[in-house]
């Protein structure tokens, strides 16, 4: 068996709880110093009082209804956004043409941060939910474009020489060969895209909108009650590693070859 | 089946110039044959072994196909250096993958892979997928492959490039015990001299690039074949004469002088 520097194999007790008392460890350290006031409890409130707040937003169903809502757009964005990624990159990676033709425009237009363009984004489609879809799903439609334009080109040539060679026609080629052969790239992307459409929603909740984890942040942040703005933030992270996670799940149903790949390498 | 190459020529475009990579090939293979091409590396054996099965077309000259009337389905089945099977399928799909693409039905077609996959004696393998499998074991699969979907041609391009010769030795063994059952016209490229001597009919010799046939030698060798026994006189003195031709082409293409 492998051992790591400290000596210790993979899998021991120690590999399977240390990060978890880390975690403990930083949460008492804060919880201490909170309460002794040695770091000031107005902006930064006891853990414990963090959690009472979350429990009571949990109770009065707070935390179901508004995270609901910022999933809903984040998926609806992320849907929009990621299947036109998904299909103009599937287009390019088959067609060195239109490839040619289009990448330089995804060159300009990738790196400019999408939030610089939400005040224009508010002109163009008002204050309602338009805006929020849009901005999420333009942050979700570069990610998945990029990587699949990636995973159909780094298809080795030989898979599509054998599928020809045993008579297969293009649409053969494309169910057997280019998705499965890009689709481990496609969920990197996936990923990668959702976490774009979590931030952008998000941002766009700060500044529009009366509902939405974003917005319930602000809103607290201006009614100074701090330990709420601490607690919608936890909610926040932990819908996105929710959504990152399911994401994850899902990669390992559709590509249980790439699972057991990643269990043998172990 | 029977195919004929008439003055086939295939020449590449570089950047700079016009790569001729086959020169003027010509020769017929019959019905039931086993023939092997032999030849230094880069003289374009696989080129012409892609141009008899149509995925590549010739510059000059052209393949003639006679044979019964087959409804479209392929004539050849090829067998890739490197097994080329799908890292996404499963053993059993990637032996059934030529019958997928004839269209028949999913119950027939895995049902007629597995008994090709067990004859082989992979049947336990035939869910796993091919990166858990040694390499011999995915170059078996891949010749199983091509052979479950009965073609009246088989292509093979250096199937036993990457194996050790142990294992080597045991495949060409069983290769010809499945082929002894099928009969099929094969073309097998290779650059072991061993290799094509013990397994073919007819072996045809090629120049360095650009490729063309110099020599064909006659295997007078009785089938079946028991690759185990010892050889006759006379295949060492062919073996022989086939080196001399290879050796002068080797020391040509790597500028050595005699």
Redo the contacts between chains.
Sequence with gaps: MRNNHLGTAPGSKFERWGPLLTIAGALLLWEGCSRTDLITSTFFPAPSTIFAVIMGLLLDGQIATHAGVTLARVLAGFTLGGGAGLILGLAMGASPRLHAQIDPLVALVHPTPKIAALPLILVIFGIGEAPKLVLAALGAFFPILISTVAGVQQIPP??F????????GPL?LFR??VW??S?PFLFTGARLAINVALVLTIAAELVVGQSGLGQRTWFAWQTMRIPEVYAWLAVTSVAGATLSFLLGGLAKIC???EH??AV?RR | MRFECQELCKSFDSSHSEISALDRVSFAADDHEFVSIVGPSGCGKTTLLKLI?G?IEPTAGRVQMSNGALRG??R???V?Q?H?L????TVLDNVA??L???GVAQGERLERARAFVERVGLGQFADH?P??LSTGMQQRVGIVRAFV?EPPLLLMDEPFGALDPQTRRVLQGELLRLWGEHRNLVVFVTHDIDEAVRLSDRVLVMTGRPGSICDTIDIPLERPRDLASREPAEVSEIKWRIWKQLEREVRASLAIAR
């Design positions: 030989t898979y020489e054998v599928a020809r060679s045993y008579g297969a053969n057997r060969v499965p052969g689709l590509m249980p070859w057991i790949r043998k | 099965a995925l389905r392929p050849s089945a090829f890739f490197d080329g799908f890292p996404w399928m993958f030529g997928e693409m004839q997928y990166h858990q979907t």
